[in-house]
């Protein structure tokens, strides 16, 4: 296996996510295709920004290395999987609550996402090379309101985007989405980091706190993370087993792409 055929794996199996029969939340959503094609970007799994991820000011030093995954990592491919059309426009509608679409791109992507990293991983091994999906492992953990591995972080350091007020990854795709990561030895292209800010992207627009139901986000300081918590623990009484909002990754300028700096609303 190479590169091209580990994106590849990927992306045919990202293409084929949709909701089953069973799992619909209506009958009309059976068949519901969830992604569109993903994106990739890979760093080196000693690139010195992952070491930066453990100050607090980022994550936090529970943040694990690369190697703290597999000893023998080399590099980290991490993946962004956008939502389809049909999966943001259901959710940009004016109604506070969360699409049911978007709730099934939230729950059910995510299965279908770590089922793949999964995939994915075991394809490596199989060829040889050691690979771990760390969010699909059974030593990730969720600490507070970050993680020992956050995937938009990773992301950030392979070169997928950056942040945006709302805390989500601006990516060429958009902010719309999931992301998943791969930790490897087997070689990889490192991807040239098009930017050198954290929030090089966001045109600060305010669009994404006009959006949030939760009043979450301060156009100034960005998202607090309370109250947008409480709000999508409301929705899991009201949707369990699912949950969810992203209202704020919809109708917005970096919806599906990085907006261009005089797209302020």
Request: charged share 25%.
């Amino acid at each position: 296996m190479n590169e091209t055929e580990l994106k590849a794996l990927i992306s045919e199996a990202a293409l084929a996510a949709e909701v089953s029969e069973a799992e619909a939340l209506r009958p009309e959503l059976a068949g519901l295709r969830i992604f569109d094609a993903p994106i990739f970007a890979a760093a080196a799994a000693d690139d010195p920004m992952f070491l930066r991820l453990r100050d607090e000011a980022s994550v936090g030093a529970h943040h694990l290395m690369p190697a703290d995954w597999t000893r023998s990592a080399r590099f980290v491919l991490s993946v962004f999987f956008p939502f389809t059309r049909r999966v943001r426009a259901a959710n940009a509608a004016v109604d506070p609550l969360p699409a049911a679409e978007w709730l099934h791109g939230r729950i059910e992507g995510q299965k279908h996402i770590n089922a793949v990293s999964v995939t994915a991983a075991e394809a490596l091994r199989r060829a040889g090379f050691s690979a771990v999906a760390p969010s699909a492992d059974a030593r990730f953990r969720s600490q507070g309101f970050t993680s020992n591995w956050s995937e938009r972080h990773v992301a950030f350091v392979c070169g997928l985007g950056t942040f945006g007020l709302s805390k989500g990854l601006i990516t060429q795709k958009g902010i719309a989405g999931r992301f998943s990561s791969i930790v490897t030895d087997m070689a990889l292209s490192p991807t040239r980091r098009g930017y050198t800010e954290l929030y090089e992207y966001c045109i600060f627009c305010g669009r994404c706190a006009k959006r949030c139901p939760a009043d979450a986000i301060d156009p100034e300081t960005g998202k607090a993370h309370v109250p947008c918590s409480a709000f999508v623990e409301e929705t899991r009484t009201l949707y369990a087993p699912r949950y969810g909002c992203g209202k704020c990754q919809v109708d917005v300028p970096c919806e599906g792409g990085i907006p261009a700096k005089g797209a302020r609303q």
